[in-house]
């Protein structure tokens, strides 16, 4: 949009965005650069800042180095579990909570919504005991009913029950515990009660069952914002830290984020830090590509998502 | 609220939402009532003896020098990470919204920051700041002449996270000003110029004001990712050190609860972030509300 002529202001703009986008893109535009060079240049003070040849090589020694080959599939099939997951779970809770008319619908609604004020940071423990044993309140519920001893009388031997079912370095205890979200469901309900009331008349008028209507309107319907989740939540689910931090205790199962962190060069090591610039360029790439690549959804995504 | 024109059948509902409802309850619900039980407890490390203590672990968590200057750290961290990026992400969205051409290409050069991880931000800016090999540390050193090393001294550290968690920011909140931006209406741009304000003026007047709703929201938004989204780049970077210097209040839950298995003093700090959270949510939901009446 132009209101007026200012050609100088216009020139000034030109030049400050340069150098903003310049600032902003210099770290990567470094890393980029080390992950070039060969060790004794990137340890040079200062390094040189024109590409070197060694990229591939850099590359590969990272992915030998860390476990990162293994470590980026459990990445992908966390983020691509949990924006499934998330996607498929509000959608059917806001159709129910939107489409049907039962008595708990509201309380369901609210129990929903209020997890946005319980971020997993604020329940690091009790949820990683729960993930490690996810019959932890059945077993809670014997020991306080006292069926034990019920349980031994009645088999007339002394039998203990103890009920576990961990979650501990799985790919459900990665995916599982992340796909509730309130914000997910709370945007597919705003969006659905924008959808025409006509529409699900004319299609129960048609004789349609209440899942052939999601199946063949509401669907259908929502395939933008479903493009605008999917970019959001696989981003979201890639960059997860703490959660995968707790669940996993093997290199193997771990995610290609936190395995980067072996790359570091520390004090006494030495300083392959063009290594570890092409591993953070590997491990950045999958994320920062889906975004570029569905820029528009994106914005659309974030801007909607956070009404 | 509920569509006029909807379903009967009762089970299939409950069905649709059972498993949003059991995954709530198993990894929010329970773990949250375990937590503040836990709170009230205090229990040894292995979890095989604990005893009822009512607040103790809260008056011990309020009265820790060391818990207290994690909140003072927290604090200033989480305000400086937001004022950075806002600052920034506003200039960057005004500029954009000048430009006339190549709008898009600018778009798409300054917003791929928000897919990277916070703790590969850390890692890059480690790198950059490092007072061994990194080019900007060198500049400070040999150029500015500051005395730099985020190794060691807790300030410098302290300022690595702030820019490390800001940077990736800054292209979240610039999606939001480009969007906040597009909604002003032409004419009242048009009509400011007409009275002869010019563009700064036509900034302070009216862009600015119309914006405050998205810059209240970007504070609340950014203060919650500084408090909590930025566990991995303390985590990856400095380790809440040196000497604590970068020890936030998530970070030290972790550490207190999970290496250092202090389950009762962990379960109070979780508490308090939470009683956090929940304040923040309800104070942005009221604005919120308020803004939607004043709109309409």
């Given amino acids: 949009m132009m209101v007026e002529r200012t050609p100088i202001l216009d020139t000034f703009t030109y030049v400050f965005l340069m150098a903003g986008i310049c600032v902003v893109g210099f770290p990567i535009f470094y890393a980029i650069t080390a992950a070039t060079l060969p060790l004794d240049q990137v ?11 060694q ?18 599939i459990n990445s992908f099939v966390m983020a691509a ?53 996810l019959l ?62 006509e529409l699900c008349e004319a299609a129960k008028l048609d004789g349609a069952s209440a899942m052939v209507f999601f199946w063949k309107i509401l669907l259908p319907l929502s395939t933008t914002n479903i493009a605008a989740l999917v970019v959001i939540e696989f981003v979201y689910g ?36 063009n290594v570890a610039m092409a591993g953070s360029l590997l491990v950045m790439a999958p994320p920062v590509l889906v975004v570029l690549l569905m820029q528009r959804w994106f914005v659309k995504g974030l801007v909607e998502r956070e009404k | ?44 490390p292995f979890g095989r003896r604990s005893q009822f203590v009512w607040f103790e672990n809260f008056v011990r968590i309020f009265t820790d020098i060391l818990y207290l200057k994690s909140v003072g750290i927290t604090l200033f961290f989480s305000l400086a990470v937001a004022f950075t990026s806002i600052i920034f992400g506003m200039t960057l969205g005004c500029l954009a919204n000048r430009a006339l051409r190549a709008k898009a290409l600018i778009r798409t050069l300054l917003i791929w920051p928000y897919a990277v991880a916070p703790a590969i931000s850390g890692i890059l800016w480690l790198f950059l700041l490092h007072p061994a ?7 400070l050193k040999n150029v500015v002449g500051m005395d730099w090393n985020p190794l060691l001294n807790g300030n410098d550290a302290l300022f690595l996270v702030v820019i490390a968690s800001a940077w990736k920011q800054v292209s979240y909140n610039f999606v939001f000003f ?50 909590f989204e930025t566990f991995g780049v303390i985590h990856a970077v400095t380790q809440g050190g040196p000497g604590g210097a970068t020890n936030t209040l998530v970070y030290k839950v972790y550490q207190d609860g999970f290496v250092g298995l202090n389950m009762g003093a962990s379960a109070a700090q979780s508490l308090v972030l939470m009683a956090l959270i929940i304040t923040v949510t309800v104070l942005q939901f009221r604005f919120v509300e308020r803004r939607v009446q004043y709109t309409t």
């Fill in chain 1, 43 to 53: 340890a040079r003070i200062p390094m040189p800042l024109n590409p070197g040849d």
């Fill in chain 1, 238 to 273: 890639w960059n997860q830290y703490l959660w995968p931090l707790l669940i996993t205790t093997t290199p193997d199962m771990t995610t290609a984020v936190i395995g980067l962190k072996d790359l570091i060069p520390q004090a006494d090591d030495i300083p392959k830090w």
């Fill in chain 2, 178 to 227: 480009m969007a906040g931006l597009q909604a002003i209406p032409h004419s009242l741009i048009e009509a400011a110029a007409i009275d002869g304000a010019g563009p700064l003026r036509r900034f302070w007047v009216i862009t600015f004001p119309l914006l405050s709703p998205t810059i209240f929201f970007l504070t609340v938004m950014n203060i919650i990712y500084a408090f």
């Fill in chain 2, 133 to 139: 090999y990194g080019v900007v540390a060198y500049f």
């Fill in chain 1, 136 to 197: 932890g309140p059945l077993q809670w519920l014997l020991d306080v009913l006292h069926l034990n001893s019920l349980v031994q009388w009645v088999a007339g031997n002394n039998i203990e029950i103890s009920l576990e079912w961990s979650l501990l370095n799985s790919y459900t205890g990665l995916i599982l515990p992340l796909v509730a979200s309130a914000t997910c469901t709370f945007l597919f309900r705003q969006f659905f009660l924008t959808i025409p009331e």
């Fill in chain 1, 81 to 133: 579990g949990i924006t499934v997951g998330k996607i498929v779970v509000s959608m059917l809770g806001a159709f129910s909570i939107v489409y049907f008319d039962y008595r708990f619908r509201n309380v369901a609604f609210a129990t929903v919504f209020c997890t946005l004020m319980l971020p997993v940071e604020v329940r690091i423990l009790p949820t990683y005991e729960m993930a490690a044993n």
């Fill in chain 1, 55 to 72: 990229f591939f090589v850099n590359i590969q020694a990272a992915w030998n180095e860390g476990n990162l080959g293994r470590q980026l």
């Fill in chain 2, 1 to 44: 609220m509920i569509k006029r024109s909807h379903f009967k059948s009762n089970g299939l509902a409950y069905l649709l939402i059972t498993p949003q409802v059991l995954v709530t309850l198993a990894f929010f619900y329970w773990p949250a009532i375990q937590g503040l039980l836990q709170s009230l407890m205090l229990s040894d």
